[in-house]
DNA sequence: ATGAAAGCGCTAACAA
DNA sequence: TTGTTAGCGCTTTCAT
């Protein structure tokens, strides 16, 4: 059995080359104030003993872990997990690292969730949960880290936080839908007792509906599927409803209508136009494709990430509230190009 | 401004208490050896101060960080996602949060990642990279905490991994689609310099020919799309091989090629069968649904970590191979139930 | 430019 | 059952 070498701590270098541990330290992490020929003296040692620095030491030290927290209701759910990749690229580049937490939009879990990663001092925590209760805004407001919400907002603009503007998607989309003359538009939705889809959401769509001078119809808003599965059987409630048109939060939910129309011998965009809203590969997997309001997912993330790095170094953020440009993709689900 | 009050440390509830330090920490980790009146008398205070364990120092002390590494090629990929959903969903059980890293497969970035978990002192780490490269072989077996491989296997099963019988999975898909009559069957890989597509995949395909007695042909293997984009391209070369039947590694890259044949005229699976075999939405999505090997992706990551943390607590694996069961689901991408 | 020394908040022998 | 005392490996004043 070869004997197992212990890994090399900053005092083996500092013995190794007859300096202190704190000279040992300063050429760790750039200082300068280190002569040239010590430094590379050091630098000798610490690659012939394969010093690496133990973060966490490091972390009881310094108290910065260069760790942060990332809690998000699935990574499963490709929308989540796009931003989540935009958060985990800009976050290396800036070196840090990522805890991911997937709490299914469970309040209660989310809570338990900030609070365990606080135990683990993170530095940060970007929030994805589209759900923000008043367990949860407490238990971040008292953080004492900075947290950043990512394709999601507070109400009051309480929070920092980066997304596009849902209102002004949604109303612009119905519109189109309306001007066509569609007059049983179906807006479906996450969860009534979301702000995104409450206060965002409907709120684009009623707007272009008032605009249009069509009565709003709650019996036209359905939240009751997140999953494939279960939007087969809300579209079957979408049917008996006799929409012709219909806005879409997620693009799974949306091809699943699609799918069910079509395999109930609807024709599409004909006898329904469909139009989603997260452009992921869904949309065009689909037959036919999908028209979809495009969000930067990935640059969602990423400035939400860059937003955190600045507010971890103490930097006063000029904009808080950051609304990215979002495209609108025609594509068969709509009979206009 | 309201006086920022600085979390409580255990020496703040030991004094509260009037009690030493070992005390405190004996009740909060669940040590026995504390009468009862005193360890009442200990939570009370540790409520009232809202005194929550510094992790950092905890592991510092303890040489134990209750967190894993998570080394994958992108959680955006939904095969991945899954997997991580798995272990994620584990680890939390067993107290330890994950970090995550995404590395595209890049052996380099794969070895970096492994470095940078090690030097957070992670008590593991799940691997999930479809390559396994020496450099990343020699980190992973130098780094002195347990690893092991979700969804992937090493050579010589040098490692403990978890994943389905890839051979025979494909062996027995390729075989029914010989006994149909198909005589040219396509194979599409992910890339042809790794394990798990060179020697089990087309292994296992080979296999079936073999058994068939039909010669393989080298031409009908295409392992160039990774993106549904690029199997687009891909499947005009598909297209150009007059292949009856193709065998694919990946759910979206199925249907890529699926619809690439349909959109240029052609039937499925009349004039072409297709089975995939990652089971994800995309193969319920598409229309016709795709046929596919059913791997249990989340239940891989889960078992996987599992066994880590077995491992983490020294215990020995009876098996540290473990291939668990996978389905045949039959959809309308081929033609027989 | 370099070193000495005091922690960071906790665990874990070892004593008592 | 409880307390004392070293550390864990590093950063960070403060001296020099």
């Known amino acids: 059995m070869a004997e197992q070498k212990k890994n090399a701590t900053i005092y083996d270098v500092a013995e190794k080359v007859g300096v202190s541990l704190a000279t040992v330290s300063r050429v760790v992490n750039g200082n ?23 973060a966490v030491a490091r972390g009881l030290a310094s108290k910065k872990t260069t ?145 249009a001078g069509i009565d709003y119809d709650d019996q036209l808003v359905f939240a009751k599927a997140r999953t494939y599965e279960a ?27 699609l799918n069910y129309y079509q395999d109930h011998g609807y024709k599409v965009p004909e006898d329904l136009e469909i139009v989603t809203s997260n452009n992921t590969n869904f949309s065009i997997v689909s037959r036919p494709e999908l028209s979809s309001i495009n969000q930067p997912k990935y640059d969602i993330g990423a400035v939400a990430m860059r937003m955190l790095t600045k507010l971890m170094n103490g930097e006063e953020l000029t904009d808080t509230q950051i609304k990215l440009p979002y495209t609108l993709i025609s594509r068969g689900s709509t009979r206009t190009k």
């Open 231 to 257: 939007g087969q059987l809300q579209a079957a409630d979408l049917m008996a409803q006799d929409v012709t048109a219909v806005v879409a939060y997620d693009d799974e939910i949306a091809v699943s209508i």
């Open 67 to 211: 760790t942060i927290g990332v809690v998000m209701p699935d990574v499963t759910n490709v929308f989540y997990s796009e931003l989540t990749r935009g958060v985990d690229d800009i976050a290396q580049m800036y070196q840090y690292d990522a805890l991911l937490t997937n709490t299914d939009d469970d309040q209660d879990r989310a809570v338990t969730a900030i609070k365990n990663l606080l135990t683990k001092q993170v530095d940060g925590i970007i929030y994805m949960g589209t759900k923000l209760s008043a367990p949860v805004m407490a238990m971040i407001q008292s953080a004492g880290v900075p947290v950043v919400l990512a394709g999601s907002v507070a109400e009051n603009e309480a929070l920092p936080s980066v997304n596009i503007d849902y209102v002004t998607a949604f109303e612009t989309v119905t519109t189109k839908l309306l001007a066509r003359g569609h007059q049983r538009i179906a807006l479906v939705l996450g969860s009534r007792d979301r702000a995104i889809d409450q206060d965002f959401r409907l709120v684009g769509y009623q707007r272009a509906l008032q605009e």
């Open 32 to 54: 300068d104030n280190v002569r040239q020929s010590t430094r590379d003296k050091v630098l000798k040692a610490i690659d012939e003993l394969g010093y690496q620095p133990n």
